[in-house]
T-cell receptor, first 117, second 114 residues
Framework: AQTVTQSQPEMSVQEAETVTLSCTYD???????LFWYKQPPSRQMILVIR??????QNATENRFSVNFQKAAKSFSLKISDSQLGDTAMYFC??????????????FGKGTKLSVKP | NAGVTQTPKFRILKIGQSMTLQCAQD?????MYWYRQDPGMGLKLIYY???????DKGEVPNGYNVSRSTTEYFPLRLELAAPSQTSVYFC?????????????FGPGTRLLVL
């Protein structure tokens, strides 16, 4: 069974600074996806970034980037130039690559990020 | 596109009552999912569907039922509500293409069972 671990329950960062959220996972699968979802106080789950395990290049989306270390089973999220609107719970999630019947997301417990002015 | 929509946003149920949580998507996605999120936790899969007429259990299906008569709708039925079903419920949908699969979530339904 796959597991996802987020070891930082809470973090804070000053506006405009950079913060890194940690995520490790455990799987015997070789083909899979990894995701970071953001959940603001509205509770909406918003996709932040996604990484295919077969790609060596780290995914980036504007101010968000990941450091994907497949051998170490590590998938951290870096937020640059933090903004007040980045304040949210951040969930790391794992999905097998076999398609819909296997495609449910396995979530970590989340990291609560507070961006301070 | 509205994406994934869910109704109601919030509901209070008494123990033993029943209700249906509605979920609709207008992206023509084949795959749909129901998750629950308990306080301080990530989401756990209740049921999923890979297409109209096909559903299967996830990690925590007890106390719930689903149906998928069309591609667009995937309602979740709670029979005999219990306090343990107090949670936030998320519906999600996805399709698989050359880029793989990404799930898109609805805004959630907060359910309180008293």
């Amino acid at each position: 069974a796959q597991t996802v671990t987020q070891s930082q329950p809470e973090m804070s960062v000053q506006e405009a600074e950079t913060v890194t959220l940690s995520c490790t996972y455990d799987t015997s699968e070789s083909n899979y996806y990894l995701f970071w979802y953001k959940q603001p106080p509205s509770r909406q789950m918003i996709l932040v970034i996604r990484q295919e395990a077969y790609k060596q290049q780290n995914a980036t989306e504007n101010r968000f980037s990941v450091n994907f270390q497949k051998a170490a089973k590590s998938f951290s999220l870096k937020i640059s130039d933090s903004q007040l609107g980045d304040t949210a719970m951040y969930f790391c999630a794992f999905m097998k690559r076999d398609g819909g019947s296997q495609g449910n997301l396995i979530f970590g417990k989340g990291t609560k990020l507070s961006v301070k002015p | 596109n509205a994406g994934v929509t869910q109704t109601p946003k919030f509901r209070i149920l008494k123990i033993g009552q029943s209700m249906t949580l509605q979920c609709a998507q207008d992206m023509n996605h084949n795959y749909m999912y129901w998750y629950r999120q308990d306080p301080g936790m990530g989401l756990k899969l209740i049921y999923y569907s890979v297409g109209a007429g096909i559903t299967d259990k996830g990690e925590v299906p007890n106390g719930y039922n689903v149906s998928r008569s069309t591609t667009e709708y995937f309602p979740l039925r709670l029979e005999l509500a219990a306090p343990s079903q107090t949670s936030v419920y998320f519906c999600a949908s996805s399709s698989i293409n050359d880029l793989g699969e990404t799930q898109y979530f609805g805004p959630g339904t907060r359910l309180l069972v008293l």
